[in-house]
């Protein structure tokens, strides 16, 4: 119930979904998290099962609890976002005998626990579906987790109507303007959790070796996280104070990359970033690491610039051709707006997602 791409994508798909086929149910491992309150200003019922370890007597009593849920409300389909409720919510499921059991894969690198990792391979072996966001990711759980290729979808993230519309002039001149960023700036944006993986560090060594060349430059990080004290002390040690602008958590409506002149992810590990698609459907080109799913996002030459993860060099090169090029910076904002419109659009992917639904549902009652 905390703020995340895979924990947003959620609740942006629940709020989605149509009503007139789908009585929808959330269930959380968790009581607590500010998009606890979101699914019930919606109307979503939420039953809470806090679980704090997948083993133990209290583990035994919260899938009672689930098990006698699903029976007594009939459910049909039970899909898991994240790891754990793959391990928790399939064996539950597969006790009430009834449903169809989606398991999901949302994520790139291993979980670090091995027992973790082999429980949710055995939930892979149980769940009718492995649901992935991206095409590289379906193609590690066949290769890594030896699951059939018929037997893994791919469903991607997606934005809302409301992401391509820039907001008003004078909004973007406000938000500027509470950072502390000069008017005639160059901005570079990046929205992501400020983590080691994300690596913003890398972002802030090449912030500094592009900005005596281009004083203009300026980096906006929005996002929180453990990282952030160290982030803020490296800009210092850099010269980057003043430079880098740390803008914290915030609504991601208006979309936040219509603020920005240019949008970066410089993560080590990513499966399907929502912050790429957001990018996008702003119409802003986009400079970020080759992992994970990102190809799958970004073309590069084409609606971006994708370079090797821990290369600071060839990342600060991508963003300064960008700069050098406004014609090529405009080139590929519009690729990439339209490259998100024909496939990351809510209208197209929600229905996607309905659609496997009921065909899963069709083939267990055969």
């Known amino acids: 119930m905390d703020i995340g791409g895979t924990e947003l994508n959620a609740v942006r798909t629940a709020e989605r979904l149509d009503p007139s086929r789908f009585a929808l149910s959330i269930v959380s491992l968790c009581d607590h998290g500010p998009l606890l309150a979101r699914y019930r200003d919606r109307g979503i019922p939420v039953l809470c099962l806090p679980l704090h370890r997948l083993h133990g007597s209290h583990a035994v009593r919260q899938a009672v609890r689930l098990v006698r849920f699903l029976t007594r409300e009939r459910v049909d389909i039970v899909h898991s976002h994240d790891v754990y409720n793959n391990v928790f919510s399939t064996l539950c499921s597969r006790l009430s005998r009834r449903p169809v059991v989606i398991a999901s894969r949302r994520w790139l690198d291993e979980v670090p626990r091995s027992s973790l990792r082999t429980a949710n391979r055995v939930a892979y072996r149980f769940a009718d579906c492995v649901l992935t966001n991206s095409e590289s990711i379906a193609e590690l759980v066949v290769a890594r987790e030896r699951v059939r290729r018929s037997r893994v979808a791919v469903v991607p993230n997606f934005v809302d109507d409301q992401a391509f519309v820039p907001p008003p002039p004078e909004e973007r001149a406000r938000f500027l303007f509470e950072l502390g960023v000069p008017t005639d700036s160059f901005v570079v944006g990046c929205v992501a959790s400020l983590r080691p993986v994300k690596n913003h560090e890398l972002l802030l060594h090449a912030i500094a070796n592009l900005r005596a060349r281009w004083p203009a430059l300026h980096l906006v990080l929005v996002g929180e996280g453990d990282a952030r004290p160290s982030l803020e002390a490296r800009a210092r ?130």
Do not use: C, W
């Open 237 to 366: 040690q850099l010269g980057l104070a003043g430079v880098v602008h740390f803008a914290g958590l915030r609504p991601n409506e208006p979309n936040l990359h219509h603020l920005f002149d240019l949008s970066v992810l410089s993560s080590r590990s990513e499966a399907l970033p929502n912050s790429l698609v957001e990018a996008m459907a702003a119409g802003r080109p986009v400079v970020a690491t080759r992992v994970g799913g990102v190809a799958d996002v970004v073309r590069d030459g084409e609606t971006g610039l994708l370079v090797a993860p821990g290369d600071v060099d060839a990342f600060g090169r991508a963003i300064e051709s960008l700069l050098r090029d406004p014609e090529l910076r405009s080139k590929y904002g519009r690729a990439a707006r339209e490259r998100a419109k024909t496939t990351f659009q809510a209208r197209r992917v929600i229905p996607m997602l309905e659609s496997l639904y009921l065909a899963l549902l069709r083939e267990r009652v055969r």
